[in-house]
Each structure stands twice: as structure tokens, then as C-alpha cells.
């Protein structure tokens, strides 16, 4: 096909998937159509031929999109910070704000190897061990244990974490990593954390396809973060700290004080400051475990 028929492809992909309201539909058709030809995005340019049956593949892709099955689940990876991780049925697929909440795991375990110790990180609710994944990426010092409580998710996370040193291990974020209690320098978590009364504010790709075990947290979406709570202070060593993530609605101002309040209603945490995303929404939460 000719280049004005490539971008006749794009052109009306671009058209079907804004129409279905997908939220980024240049981005996502550019991708399928990446993905159908074996390049980079980058690369679309160069391609200088499509068969008819790349195009037919291309197209049937471009359906299932507009039908708001997951990019991340039809090209079967997601791109998270430096690295890229497998993904589909079964997993949650990492979202781009997690990415600031992995990266201030991760300059976390820098500091505690800065003080001459070798950085103990725990990643609970691992999921598809993207934040695992990328601490062992960016800090390969570390010594980084991850878990995860459904089978499904857990294949997906052995997956990723093969051959990088984490260990990993099936669990529940409550009872996780006993024969770690007071060793560990950072907890991070991505809980769930939705509201049992919010699903239907939830976006289509994740409402039904996402597990509901990482979407949904108790009335208030918090309950997940109160188990963290407790898990946290028995694992970290005294002057460690914990990150997790929230909705945008459990910040300082958001329910019941939100997310911080978990921590600051203890007595056991210092340092509790709350952190927003690169839209200036209310994202992660962080504090110090009391010496």
C-alpha cells in the first residue's frame, strides 16, 4: 500500500476510536498499527508497505479498542518507567502515575545505600511487578521481595521478574513477609483502592477488564491502606518508610482525611506528606515509621 493508504489506515482508526471515546485515539491507533507491523511507533514512517492482511489485522485490533478492551492487553505489553513488562487477562495494567510513586521507592532505596547499607524493599500488591521490576532496574544493589495474592496476577509477575533477582512470593499484604519484621528500608504498595459505591465512575478498560481484587477497597476505598498500615510498621527497620498509592479523592482533603490519615491517626509515622501527580491530583501518600 502507498503512504497515503497507511495514513488513510490511521486517519480512520484515529476516527473509530475518538468516536468510541477512547481517551487517546492517535496515540493508541499509532500503536496497533506499530504492533500489526512489527516496528516502533517511531518507525511508522519508514514503512514503506502493508498487505492487505496486515491491514485486516490492523482494523480487527482497531474494533476491539473501540470496544474499550485495554491496549496494554492487545499489543500485550505495557511500558512502565525504563522497562517493559507483559500483560493481559487477569493482571492490572500499570498505570503512568504509579510511575512517581515507584520512583520515589526508588530513590528511597538509593538513600539507604548511600548510608552504606544494602537497600531491603518490599513491593505488596505487586500485580504485574512493574514497581518491583523497576527498582531491581534502577537500584541493582537492592534486595527486593515482592508479592501478590491471585494466581493469575502472580503468573504475569513471575514473569516479568524472571531472571532479576526479586523474590517473590504468593501472599496477602496482611500477614506478607514475617522473616522480613524490622529489616526492611522501604514498603511501597499499589493497593486497591476504589470505593465499593465507585465502580461506575470507573473507566471502562479497567471496570471490565482489571481484577476486581486490585480495583475495589471497602466502602471508603481504604481498607487495603489500613492493612498497609499495620503491615508496614511491623516490617520496616525504625526510620524506614512506606509509599502507596490512592484515588485523587483520599488525599488530604478527601475522605475522612483520606490516606494520610491512616498514618498520622497511629501515632507510629512521621514525616506524612502527601504527594500529587504531574496533573496536580492527589496521588501517593508517604511517611516515616517513628524511631
Same mark, same amino acid.
Given at each position: 500500500?502507498?503512504?497515503?493508504?497507511?495514513?488513510?489506515?490511521?486517519?480512520?482508526?484515529?476516527?473509530?476510536?475518538?468516536?468510541?471515546?477512547?481517551?487517546?485515539?492517535?496515540?493508541?491507533?499509532?500503536?496497533?498499527?506499530?504492533?500489526?507491523?512489527?516496528?516502533?511507533?517511531?518507525?511508522?514512517?519508514?514503512?514503506?508497505?502493508?498487505?492487505?492482511?496486515?491491514? @485486516?489485522?490492523?482494523?480487527?485490533?482497531?474494533?476491539?479498542?473501540?470496544?474499550?478492551?485495554?491496549?496494554?492487553?492487545?499489543?500485550?505489553?505495557?511500558?512502565?518507567?525504563?522497562?517493559?513488562?507483559?500483560?493481559?487477562?487477569?493482571?492490572?495494567?500499570?498505570?503512568?502515575?504509579?510511575?512517581?510513586?515507584?520512583?520515589?521507592?526508588?530513590?528511597?532505596?538509593?538513600?539507604?545505600?548511600?548510608?552504606?547499607?544494602?537497600?531491603?524493599?518490599?513491593?505488596?500488591?505487586?500485580?504485574?511487578?512493574?514497581?518491583?521490576?523497576?527498582?531491581?532496574?534502577?537500584?541493582?544493589?537492592?534486595?527486593?521481595?515482592?508479592?501478590?495474592?491471585?494466581?493469575?496476577?502472580?503468573?504475569?509477575?513471575?514473569?516479568?521478574?524472571?531472571?532479576?533477582?526479586?523474590?517473590?512470593?504468593?501472599?496477602?499484604? =496482611?500477614? =506478607?513477609?514475617?522473616?522480613? =519484621?524490622?529489616?526492611?528500608?522501604?514498603?511501597?504498595?499499589?493497593?486497591?483502592?476504589?470505593?465499593?459505591? =465507585?465502580?461506575?465512575?470507573?473507566?471502562?478498560?479497567?471496570?471490565?477488564?482489571?481484577?476486581?481484587?486490585?480495583?475495589?477497597?471497602?466502602?471508603?476505598?481504604? @481498607?487495603?491502606?489500613?492493612?498497609?498500615?499495620?503491615?508496614?510498621?511491623?516490617?520496616?527497620?525504625?526510620?524506614?518508610?512506606?509509599?502507596?498509592?490512592?484515588?485523587?479523592?483520599?488525599?488530604?482533603?478527601?475522605?475522612?482525611?483520606?490516606?494520610?490519615?491512616?498514618?498520622?491517626?497511629?501515632?507510629?509515622?512521621?514525616?506524612?506528606?502527601?504527594?500529587?501527580?504531574?496533573?496536580?491530583?492527589?496521588?501517593?501518600?508517604?511517611?516515616?515509621?517513628?524511631?
Amino acid at each position: 500500500m502507498s503512504e497515503l493508504t497507511r495514513r488513510g489506515l490511521l486517519s480512520t482508526a484515529t476516527l473509530t476510536l475518538r468516536e468510541a471515546a477512547v481517551p487517546s485515539p492517535e496515540y493508541d491507533a499509532s500503536e496497533l498499527l506499530a504492533h500489526v507491523l512489527g516496528v516502533t511507533r517511531g518507525a511508522l514512517v519508514l514503512v514503506d508497505h502493508i498487505s492487505d492482511a496486515q491491514a @485486516d489485522d490492523y482494523l480487527a485490533l482497531v474494533a476491539r479498542r473501540a470496544a474499550r478492551e485495554p491496549l496494554q492487553h492487545l499489543t500485550g505489553v505495557a511500558h512502565f518507567r525504563h522497562v517493559t513488562l507483559a500483560v493481559g487477562p487477569g493482571v492490572f495494567v500499570p498505570r503512568p502515575e504509579t510511575e512517581l510513586l515507584a520512583g520515589w521507592a526508588i530513590e528511597q532505596a538509593h538513600a539507604a545505600a548511600a548510608d552504606g547499607r544494602t537497600p531491603v524493599v518490599v513491593d505488596l500488591c505487586t500485580g504485574s511487578g512493574a514497581i518491583a521490576r523497576s527498582i531491581a532496574d534502577e537500584v541493582p544493589g537492592a534486595r527486593v521481595h515482592a508479592c501478590e495474592l491471585s494466581e493469575d496476577a502472580l503468573a504475569w509477575a513471575a514473569r516479568n521478574l524472571a531472571g532479576t533477582g526479586v523474590d517473590l512470593r504468593q501472599g496477602d499484604l =496482611a500477614t =506478607a513477609f514475617d522473616d522480613l =519484621a524490622g529489616t526492611v528500608d522501604v514498603v511501597v504498595c499499589n493497593p486497591p483502592y476504589i470505593p465499593l459505591d =465507585a465502580w461506575e465512575s470507573v473507566a471502562v478498560e479497567a471496570r471490565d477488564h482489571d481484577p476486581d481484587l486490585a480495583l475495589y477497597s471497602g466502602e471508603d476505598g481504604l @481498607d487495603a491502606i489500613r492493612v498497609l498500615e499495620g503491615r508496614a510498621a511491623l516490617l520496616l527497620r525504625s526510620g524506614g518508610v512506606v509509599g502507596t498509592e490512592h484515588a485523587d479523592e483520599q488525599g488530604p482533603a478527601g475522605r475522612a482525611g483520606g490516606a494520610p490519615a491512616v498514618f498520622t491517626a497511629t501515632g507510629r509515622w512521621s514525616d506524612v506528606r502527601d504527594h500529587p501527580d504531574l496533573a496536580g491530583r492527589a496521588r501517593y501518600t508517604t511517611a516515616r515509621l517513628a524511631r
